[in-house]
């Protein structure tokens, strides 16, 4: 099975800086790769689908990019609202895979 | 608007069974793939079972085949998961999630709560 690795897992981060999170796959992947944030209590939530696709309503301040093995989450500029944990996920014909989470905090 | 709402979960002793139910509207449920995915403090998010949305395919995560069986009732809009044998590591919360497309369960864009199993004895 795929196993999907992110980096790093704790990231202290101020408003309005540039955020990038890492995520790594053991093998190479298609295109399907989705990006989830949480909040402590909460559902996840799809943030991206399709390695790079902006999930309606969602700001445009998140994009995804990658290739291979390597894909990146990056927020242009962090806003109060988006303190909360990342996820990468994967699936593949017949299994899935999410990444351990990378938490943003505020520094 | 679509609504997720699970159900069934609790207090289990090890070696019990559970079935959890996830109620939807909002949506034509017999289009879409639907997913249980669990989280736990020590392990994060595990995708556990899908199942297409005619029902006739089902997938596992290795960690609970021949344990788990999931499962559909589309003219009741509700979704399923049976759980057997279980084991303190199956402690988790529960959510049920919508494929965003349909087909296959990759993307999920709407999630229920969450329905908390505990199995201890």
């Known amino acids: 099975d795929i196993q999907m690795t992110q980096s790093p897992s704790t990231l202290s981060a101020s408003v309005g800086d540039r955020v990038t999170i890492a995520c790594r796959a053991s093998q190479s992947l298609n295109s399907w790769l989705a990006w989830y944030q949480q909040k402590p209590g909460k559902a996840p939530k799809l943030l991206i689908y399709k390695m790079s696709i902006l999930e309606s309503g969602v700001p445009s301040r998140f994009s995804g990019s990658g290739s291979g093995t390597e894909f990146t989450l990056t927020i242009s500029s962090l806003q109060p609202d988006d303190f909360a944990t990342y996820y990468c996920q994967h699936f593949d014909t017949s299994s899935w895979a999410f990444g351990q989470g990378t938490k943003v905090e505020a520094k | 608007e679509v609504q997720l709402v699970e159900s069934g979960g609790g207090l289990v002793q090890p070696g019990g069974s559970l079935r959890l139910s996830c109620a939807a509207s909002?949506?034509?449920?017999?289009?879409?793939?639907m997913t249980w995915v669990r989280q736990t403090p020590g392990k994060g998010l595990e995708c556990v079972s899908g199942?297409?949305?005619?029902?006739?395919?089902?997938y596992y995560a290795d960690s609970v085949k021949g344990r788990f069986t999931i499962s559909r009732d589309n003219s009741k809009n509700t979704l399923y998961l049976h759980i057997n044998s279980l084991r303190a590591e199956d402690t988790a919360i529960y959510f049920c999630a919508k494929d965003r497309e349909g087909i296959v369960p990759d993307y999920f864009d709407y999630w229920g709560q969450g329905t908390l199993v505990t199995v201890s004895s």
């Open positions: 199942i297409t949305g005619s029902g006739d395919r089902t």
């Open positions: 909002g949506f034509t449920f017999s289009s879409y793939a």
